[in-house]
């Protein structure tokens, strides 16, 4: 904090005034969203989710987190946007109150937050936004409450929140297995750009994707785990992560995988032709990112990714599509 001048005032009421400012305080936070440029489907857990080997990429979209002390013992939440809930199931609000949960007297001493979304990810859009938002809360109550805990330490506590939390506190390129939550951080990829298209009155269920591609290819999946192992350390080794190394934008485009389209383009035939339309509109690679229904296309430039922005738009045009041109980034939440 800067020195500052009080004038006549006396030192209890300066000392007051500095720990109220330090109190008091509001930290805005950028949570960008992510981009899956792998996904496989290996098998079942026992907790119920899936066993997934998956290749994640931040990208700079990102919503806008603004936490500001309110002085109460209360977590008051906003947001922008009508499909997002304001209530205690919004993933920002669970994140707060696993930190009260965890760190009462810091609660009790600083007190309550509200939160402030300023929504620009699509909403339930395979792209991690409730997550993402999830874990801005967590970074920005460790810096709010002082409590001075680690990259790893946020991520254990975003476990708790969702399986994509503890990728989004440190976004960049990393390799998830598990049911996402294991990470291994790998060369960056921050040159490519990406268009990003989605319909906006569609959105798909994650439950749902992983239920049907259950019962149409649980038969296909691997149940021992050397076997899950295995396919783990394939990846690690493959050719995507090589090409990543190399960054090698062509091959990457040709490596982009993801399973859960088996089921949704099928049930969505309007997805399915949006891939189809984008795909012929060039790029390196275009792919379903998550369980949809964002169709994702990637880019070596700027220029080239507007291009097949437009070429999209006039082949489809439906007011309902919208497009998206952003970068791949290496940063995880920023603090603005
Ligand atoms: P993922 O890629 O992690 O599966 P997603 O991008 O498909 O997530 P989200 O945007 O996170 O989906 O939204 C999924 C659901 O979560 C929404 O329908 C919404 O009701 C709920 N939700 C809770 N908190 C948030 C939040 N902060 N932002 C967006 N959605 C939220």
Redesign the pocket.
Known sequence: MTERSFGAISEPLKLLIVNLEIIMRTYRLIAPA?INLYLEIIGDRPDGYHELVMILQSIELGDQIEIRSNGTQTINLH?N?P???RNQ????YRAAQLMVDQFPERFANYGGVDIT?D?Q???????????T??AAVLLGLNLLWELGLTIPQLQSLGEKL?S?VPFCVRGGTAIATGRGEKLDPIQDLDSLWVVLAKYNNL??S?PWAYKTYKQQFGHTYINDLTGIQSRSSQLHSGSFVQAISDKDGKKIGQLLQNDLEKVVLPEYPQVAQLKEILQQAGGLGTMMS??GPTIFTLCQSQSEAETIKKTARQAIQDPNLEFWVTQLSSNGIQVI
């Open positions: 992510k947001c946007h499909l997002v809930p199931t919004n993933i920002s979304i929504k990810i699509p909403v339930a859009a395979g792209l991690a936004g409730g997550s938002d999830g969702g994509d959105s798909v994650t998550g369980s």
